[in-house]
């Protein structure tokens, strides 16, 4: 975790924490149904792990609890990372997306897409203004997460409106700002 007190690892079908001080193993996290690939930390100390089962499971780190699921990969999830204020959840796939969910609602907020092969890695910056993603097709891609600054960058570089679609496309939103 962030303050260097615990240590989370992961594998086969599932993930443990440890106490740092004591090198004691504090809880098994068990619950997918296949490989563990990836855990992140929230800022508040909840843990993320990311599964081949195509899940992305949040559990209470201090007791192995499960909190939350997150469910709309097709394809085995690979890494997941918690946004800097711990609100956003990214996970990357072998479906070549990158998914950012508030997981505390569950709920999907963005699904970004670009990348021509499996999505391995995923960084948010310390601000959380950006989501960086790696490849197997050899790319990173660093995206803009704020619809404010999204519209002012389109503003600067479009010669014309945006259409209703286009704002659904790719600003996410039902009408243009």
Known sequence: DRS???LAAAGDAGAWVWETATRRRIATIEGHDAFVSGVAF???????TAGFDGTTRLWDASTGRELAVLRGHSG???QVAFSPDGTLVATTSDDRTTRIWEWRTEREVLVLHGHDL??????????GRFLATASADGTVAVHLLRVDELVHVARSRVTRGLTA???QQYLHLDACP
């Open 118 to 127: 499996v999505v391995y890695g995923v960084s948010f910056s310390p601000d």
């Open 4 to 6: 260097g007190e615990r």
């Open 76 to 78: 085995n999830v690979n």
């Open 42 to 48: 929230a800022p508040d100390g909840s843990l993320a």
């Open 165 to 167: 679609d286009e704002c």
